[in-house]
T-cell receptor
Framework: AQSVSQHNHHVILSEAASLELGCNYS??????LFWYVQYPGQHLQLLLKYFSGDPLVKGIKGFEAEFIKSKFSFNLRKPSVQWSDTAEYFCAVNADNYGQNFVFGPGTRLSVLP | EAGVAQSPRYKIIEKRQSVAFWCNPISGHATLYWYQQILGQGPKLLIQ????????DSQLPKDRFSAERLKGVDSTLKIQPAKLEDSAVYLC?????????????FGPGTRLTVL
């Protein structure tokens, strides 16, 4: 069974700092990769996803993620964070093109200080 | 477009009682998911429906949990009897096709506390 790990439980940054959140997965085959975000008091929502093509994926609000197959990684980045990026970030992996076995990581809480 | 609706938003029960959660997915979405999110963890998939059929319930504790999606639209998740370790947020999500690349849209969740 696949598993997803996220490197940091809680990250604290100042505004304008650069962000990188790590995500690694354990499945060796073809995968679909997602980053979801949960802002305080809001629903989980999709930030970006990768399933084929250019391994550098751009999402909403200036976020991007890079799929590195050899490292089983899908790290999330943003060059300059804002206070409004304070949220919980979840990496998720699906290793079945029929959508089954969807596995979320434990999440990383990001706090951005004004 | 209306989002995924869930009710109730909060529920407090005592152990050994039963509880039910309701979910109405986005109109036209064929696939419906129920997740359990324990505090400090990521969501864990409990069951996935494609229309009114179950495609994955491998992580559903079937001795106490049950779910149905009659008519392929809204769904109910039931716990009977509840245990202390069932305290969690229960999330419902839906997607258009259920394919592996499809985006899931989440509801607000139901926070269950079992005393």
């Amino acid at each position: 069974a696949q598993s997803v790990s996220q490197h940091n439980h809680h990250v604290i940054l100042s505004e304008a700092a650069s962000l990188e959140l790590g995500c690694n997965y354990s499945y060796g085959g073809t995968v679909n990769l997602f980053w979801y975000v949960q802002y305080p008091g809001q629903h989980l929502q999709l930030l970006l996803k990768y399933f084929s093509g250019d391994p550098l994926v751009k999402g909403i609000k200036g976020f991007e993620a890079e799929f590195i197959k050899s490292k089983f990684s899908f790290n999330l980045r943003k060059p300059s964070v804002q206070w409004s990026d304070t949220a919980e970030y979840f990496c998720a992996v699906n290793a079945d093109n029929y959508g089954q076995n969807f596995v979320f990581g434990p999440g990383t809480r990001l706090s951005v200080l004004p | 477009e209306a989002g995924v609706a869930q009710s109730p938003r909060y529920k407090i029960i005592e152990k050994r009682q039963s509880v039910a959660f309701w979910c109405n997915p986005i109109s036209g979405h064929a696939t419906l998911y129920w997740y359990q999110q324990i505090l400090g963890q990521g969501p864990k998939l409990l069951i996935q429906f494609q229309n009114n059929g179950v495609v994955d319930d491998s992580q559903l504790p079937k001795d106490r949990f049950s779910a149905e999606r009659l008519k392929g639209v809204d769904s109910t998740l039931k716990i009977q009897p509840a245990k202390l370790e069932d305290s969690a947020v229960y999330l419902c999500a839906s997607s258009f096709t259920g394919e592996g690349t499809d985006t899931q849209y989440f509801g607000p969740g139901t926070r269950l506390t079992v005393l």
